[in-house]
């Protein structure tokens, strides 16, 4: 018997093989996420009154906020932004893998009511949505995968998406304090109230989400009540521009600022949040969500695509960006916030970089659409796919 006709069925086994194995180990973490769902629905509160100080500490734990309260010695203090990359790449390194994302434990609720202020003591006051990120398959990736591999990643994409979420806490004084701790809730959309397992490369990209520190470029000692602008930095691998036809991924940072706005209250913390795009050049101020509500609209896409796979290309692993879309309130370049900071523009906006982001806020939101240089985006169609939305220039090399 011919070679060839040995070698048909056992390729075409092996593939059928590969298809089985990959489509179980998908069902396999949905299940486990349904399971985990499932057990916490059937628990029910204590009343307030029967509550000690145990089983109050371990709802917060589960739920992602602890009862310590943030201290001095948590915040790495920065008196400037690291636009650039050696800066930003060095603040990365120094923060550490101890200021990383963490993702909340599986079957947590996603949206939780405050805890209730007490007086003359600091305590916690919860978490709050602040954005939400979406992956999806770029369109060159798309065409590479096989049919079944591309259907079953497409699906779970589509499924999910990271919803971001800072902490809250009191000082004895009652002042609001703004976490340095960043939590990450990945869910289900069509069961938005709890968290879910997510995929170990979801798991992992969310650790390279970072804290870099808290704005502060002020002589007087920094107390945590003071924290008003966390800045954030995202390390992702990107697909620089094809040289003779190949592409050629590279380590690259973008930044996002979770900022405090003045009209917070204990009773209702609000921040507006920003990021980067282009490799630092241009910065957005991204629509704003509900913190209150289960749909969480994304405020950032990517496409991704993946560097390696294993199983005949049936099991795709390293995803590499190659595209980043935000639905903006406001889009201006990079340069004009830093002559903002600097006071080029006019006369320097008290609280520097803080005082910047609040002109900024107020300009996409109506209260002064007349500052110089600043025009608000034109709000996204809801008809429009997540890929039409705000399409990013290339990234500078």
Request: hydrophobic share 40%.
């Amino acid at each position: 018997m011919k070679l060839n006709t040995l070698l048909i069925p056992v390729t075409f086994g092996a593939i059928i093989f590969a298809a089985v194995t990959v489509l179980s180990h998908f069902r396999s973490t949905m299940q486990f996420s349904d399971e985990a769902t499932d057990s916490t629905s059937g628990q029910e509160d204590l009343p307030s009154s029967e509550r000690s100080l145990l089983s109050e500490s371990r709802s917060l734990l589960v739920t992602g906020v602890t009862l310590n309260i943030p201290k001095t010695d948590d915040y790495l203090l920065l008196d400037e932004v690291p636009w650039n990359l050696g800066d930003v790449s060095k603040k990365f390194r120094e923060a550490s893998v101890e200021r990383s994302c963490e993702l909340l434990e599986v079957g947590s609720e996603v949206i939780q009511p405050l805890l209730d202020v007490k007086p003359d003591v600091a305590g916690p006051l919860g978490r709050r949505c602040a954005f939400s990120i979406q992956l999806q398959l770029g369109k060159e990736a798309s065409a590479n995968l096989p049919n079944l591999t591309r259907g079953i990643i497409e699906d779970y994409l589509k499924a999910h998406q990271l919803t971001i979420q800072p902490s809250y806490y009191y000082d004895e004084k009652g002042r609001l304090i703004l976490s340095p701790k960043i939590r990450a809730s990945f869910v289900r959309l069509d069961a938005p109230k709890q968290s879910t397992a997510a995929e170990s490369m979801i798991a992992k990209s969310i650790q390279e989400l970072r804290t870099l520190g808290a704005y502060w470029d002020k002589s007087d000692p920094f107390t945590p009540a003071d924290c008003r602008t966390l800045i954030v930095g995202f390390r992702y691998t990107l697909d620089s521009q094809p040289i003779a036809g190949k592409t050629n991924p590279k380590l690259d940072y973008e930044l996002v600022f979770i900022h405090l706005l003045p009209q917070s209250t204990l009773q209702k913390p609000k921040v507006a949040v920003f990021a980067t795009s282009d490799a630092r050049t241009q910065f957005h101020l991204l629509e704003e969500s509900d913190p209150d509500s289960e749909l969480q609209l994304a405020a950032i896409t990517a496409d991704v695509r993946f560097a390696d796979s294993k199983m005949m290309g049936m099991y795709p692993e390293r995803p590499v960006v190659t595209r980043v879309y935000h639905k903006a309130l406001l889009s201006v370049p990079v340069e004009l916030v830093q002559s903002q900071i600097a006071g080029l523009t006019g006369v320097p906006p008290e609280g520097g970089f803080s005082g910047v982001l609040d002109t900024l806020y107020e300009t996409a939101t109506g209260a002064d659409p007349a500052a110089e240089g600043v025009t608000p985006e034109t709000q996204p169609s809801d008809d429009k796919p997540p890929e039409q939305l705000f399409p990013e220039a290339p990234p500078a090399n």
